[in-house]
């Protein structure tokens, strides 16, 4: 288990800077948070045999970059909601967490 816990998140330009309880931040640019973006859809399925089948990859223009609204899905992971009205994502913390490394 986690305990991981977001205080606080704000979007500045276009990085989402989350605010860990404690003293941790995670500063994740939007372009690389869609582009991991761990949905079916997005991050493809894999079947028994550990194949992964990929849906078609949606078009993705400058508002799929976008960051709409960003709602708290239980106490593990958010759900963005982007520009081009993509949301079907779901961002456990510790995704989060391991996409704001290296980030500054
Ligand atoms: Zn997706």
Redesign the pocket.
Known sequence: MSDLVIKNYDVINDILIIKWEGDAESYIPLKKLREN???A???GESDVFGNVFKGKQPKRSEVSFQLTNLKLVGYYAVQPFWGDR?N??IYRYELLQSLGEGES
């Open positions: 973006c761990p949905c859809g997005c991050a993509h079907t994502g």
